[in-house]
C-alpha cells in the first residue's frame, strides 16, 4: 500500500502561545491529512507536541493530562502518531522513550528521522538537533543500516546561561 508522502513544514510546526486558534486547526489538518479521525485524546495530546520546546515521555503527558486520559488511551495515541510519521521515538539510555514531531518528510510506516537529539543532564530535556544529521558510520562487509540513532548527553544551550 503506497501512501502520498506528507510535507510537514520545516518551521512552522512549532507554535507561539498567541497563536491558539491557529494551532487548533494545524491539529485537525494534521489528523486529517492522516486519515485519522479527530477525537479529543488525539486532539490534546498533538497539542502537547506542537506547544513543546522538547521531547516527551509518556510520563509527561500523563502529568499535563491529568486524569482525562488513562495510560492506555495515551499509548494508543503514541503508537499510532508514531505509525502515521506524525512523531518519532527517541531511544535513551534511562529507557524512558521519549516521543518527538517529525519535521522531516515522514508518513506512515517511513520515517526519515536521521538527526541527532540532545538530552540535557541538567534539566532532563531532551531536544531534536533538526539541522544536525547523524554521521554515516561504515560497517562491515554484510550487515545493512536500518537505521541509527545518535543521543548526545551533556548540557543545553539555556542551562548553560
Ligand atoms: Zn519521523
Ligand atoms: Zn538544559
Ligand atoms: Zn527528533
Redesign the pocket.
Known sequence: MKKTAVVLPMVSLRTTPNSVMETQERIVDILKKNSLSVTDSRKKILRYFLESDGALAHADIEHQSGTEFDRVTIYRTLQTFVDKGIIHTIPTADNAVRYALCKDDCYAGHHHDDHVHFM?D??G?TYCLDHITVPGISLPAGFKAQQTDLVVSG??S??NN
Do not use: E
Open positions: 540535557c541538567q534539566c530535556t548540557i543545553c539555556k542551562c
